[in-house]
T-cell receptor, first 111, second 115 residues
């Protein structure tokens, strides 16, 4: 089995930077994914890490440390439209495409 | 390319009934996974199908079943519905080659309410 933990809620100000942490415990790690989900909509893919280090994609970056079972999603220059739930998900090497999700972090961006 | 489509989008059933949900993956994608999303438990993996075969299964009772057709479309069925089955059911499709970093793309979901 595996545990995936992330904060339940976060609030940040428009234009600021926010870091959403995710810790996990798993056997046979085969990648960590971040998804964004707006209320009432489907999750959309943001980023993927399988090796240690930082992956940058525009305003969004994701970091992974496999030895620590730790990842974070960094959102820069926050915009109001970034208010959403951010889901951390881990794939195991013997589980095909099955993703195990954390319960998500609800981010509120305020003016 | 059209995205993942799911039908119906909303459904109301009563306890004890059964329900069938449908998912059409992105054209060319051969893997379809199903997830259940509830406020309390978050997103939980149900099962994955590839080439008409169930490749992985989550920890759900046997009342939850699925199948995949030769055109990669998939259906999931829930029999003897319980109140706790009320949830958003999400389908996700992937190419199926299990390449590094291969991504799952989610459909809009079917919201099921069991009364």
């Amino acid at each position: 089995g595996q545990n995936i933990d992330q904060p339940t809620e976060m609030t940040a100000t428009e234009g600021a930077i926010v870091q959403i942490n995710c810790t996990y415990q798993t056997s046979g790690f085969n990648g960590l994914f971040w998804y964004q989900q707006h209320a009432g909509e489907a999750p959309t893919f943001l980023s993927y890490n399988v090796l240690d280090g930082l992956e940058e994609k525009g305003r969004f970056s994701s970091f992974l440390s496999r030895s620590k079972g730790y990842s974070y999603l960094l959102l820069k220059e926050l915009q109001m439209k970034d208010s959403a739930s951010y889901l951390c998900a881990v794939r195991r090497s013997n589980s095909g495409y099955a993703l195990n999700f954390g319960k998500g972090t609800s981010l509120l961006v305020t003016p | 390319k059209a995205g993942v489509t799911q039908t119906p989008r909303y459904l109301i059933k009563t306890r004890g009934q059964q329900v069938t949900l449908s998912c059409s993956p992105i054209s060319g994608h051969r893997s379809v996974s199903w997830y259940q999303q509830t406020p309390g438990q978050g997103l939980q993996f149900l099962f994955e199908y590839f080439s008409e075969t169930q490749r992985n299964k989550g920890n759900f009772p046997g009342r939850f079943s699925g199948r995949q057709f030769s055109n990669s479309r998939s259906e999931m069925n829930v029999s003897t519905l319980e109140l706790g089955d009320s949830a958003l059911y999400l389908c996700a499709s992937s190419l199926g080659a299990q390449g590094v970093g291969e991504t799952q793309y989610f459909g809009p979901g079917t919201r099921l309410l069991v009364l």
